[in-house]
């Protein structure tokens, strides 16, 4: 039976180690995903599941790459991004989902975040709120470039990350509503693209840890879109933004 404990080789949450995870790491909130990304890599070997953590380790273009689920929220998912850093990954990759905010984004489109509002508080013990979070820039354009390549509409630009789900969906039903709802309103005259909840803490960990960083989301629908009166598609195919993250994490290997 394997020792988990700290010092015996192993992550105390994610349960692996330096031999079987790849530089290159696709994060994702959901465990049940993990086997469906994995099936985008060669020889895709499930590795670890321990509480929210779900790694697979495969290959891609001769390179070593992971899939590893974070859970939900800024909380969990730094502590997948720590102990997937002190295995040896340095090029880490979001696949999500997020709802959308302008009215342009639909559902079914993507979202390429170059930075992300810290509307959590995972960061706030990283770095002073000062401190902004953003994506990698060459991580950024391969993302970019892959999304091209699929020929799906795509949208790049600052994400908003919560630690409430549900204060998003009504803030008229919690104490603190006139809050969210202002900051809500700022957020989406200032051009924010949709809401989620791990991105922020995924950019401050890649900037502090000298770590590439990116976000591929899924949008699922847009509420913006149903309060105009417009029509609110829904999509659940993750597989848009898996795509564009596999073949992003190729066009990096190659160019290196």
């Given at each position: 039976?394997?020792?988990?404990?700290?010092?015996?080789?192993?992550?105390y949450?994610i349960?692996?180690?330096?031999?079987?995870?790849?530089?290159?790491?696709?994060v994702?909130g959901?465990?049940?995903?993990?086997?469906?990304i994995?099936?985008?890599?060669?020889?895709?070997?499930?590795?670890?599941?321990?509480?929210?953590?779900?790694?697979?380790?495969?290959?891609?273009?001769?390179?070593?790459?992971s899939?590893?689920?974070?859970?939900?929220?800024?909380?969990?998912s730094?502590?997948?991004?720590?102990?997937?850093y002190?295995?040896?990954?340095?090029?880490?990759?979001?696949?999500?989902?997020?709802?959308?905010?302008?009215?342009?984004v639909?559902?079914?489109?993507?979202?390429?975040?170059?930075?992300?509002?810290?509307?959590?508080?995972?960061?706030?013990?990283?770095?002073?709120?000062?401190?902004?979070?953003?994506?990698?820039?060459?991580?950024?354009?391969?993302l970019?470039?892959?999304?091209k390549?699929s020929?799906?509409?795509?949208?790049?630009?600052?994400?908003?990350?919560?630690?409430?789900?549900?204060?998003?969906?009504?803030?008229t039903?919690?104490?603190?509503?006139?809050e969210?709802?202002?900051?809500?309103?700022?957020?989406?005259?200032?051009?924010?693209?949709?809401?989620?909840?791990?991105s922020?803490?995924?950019?401050?960990f890649?900037?502090f840890?000298?770590?590439?960083?990116?976000?591929v989301?899924?949008?699922?629908?847009?509420?913006?879109?149903?309060?105009?009166?417009?029509?609110?598609i829904?999509?659940?195919?993750v597989d848009?933004?898996?795509?564009?993250?596999?073949?992003?994490?190729?066009?990096?290997?190659?160019?290196?």
């Amino acid at each position: 039976m394997v020792d988990y404990t700290e010092g015996k080789g192993y992550q105390y949450h994610i349960h692996t180690n330096k031999d079987n995870v790849g530089g290159y790491v696709i994060v994702t909130g959901d465990p049940g995903r993990c086997e469906s990304i994995a099936r985008y890599l060669d020889d895709p070997e499930l590795i670890a599941s321990n509480r929210e953590y779900t790694t697979y380790t495969g290959s891609l273009c001769g390179e070593k790459v992971s899939v590893t689920s974070t859970g939900i929220g800024g909380p969990s998912s730094a502590i997948a991004f720590e102990e997937l850093y002190k295995c040896g990954a340095h090029t880490l990759i979001r696949v999500g989902t997020c709802g959308g905010i302008q009215l342009d984004v639909k559902g079914g489109d993507l979202i390429i975040a170059t930075g992300a509002i810290r509307m959590e508080g995972t960061t706030k013990e990283y770095v002073p709120v000062e401190f902004p979070a953003v994506a990698d820039f060459e991580v950024v354009q391969a993302l970019v470039s892959a999304a091209k390549i699929s020929d799906l509409p795509f949208h790049v630009g600052v994400v908003e990350c919560k630690d409430s789900f549900y204060g998003e969906m009504d803030p008229t039903e919690f104490p603190a509503g006139y809050e969210l709802a202002s900051k809500w309103n700022a957020w989406k005259e200032c051009g924010a693209l949709a809401s989620e909840m791990e991105s922020a803490a995924l950019f401050i960990f890649g900037s502090f840890r000298r770590c590439r960083t990116g976000t591929v989301l899924l949008a699922l629908d847009n509420q913006e879109r149903e309060k105009a009166g417009l029509p609110n598609i829904q999509n659940h195919d993750v597989d848009r933004a898996i795509g564009v993250a596999v073949n992003a994490i190729k066009q990096l290997i190659m160019s290196e």
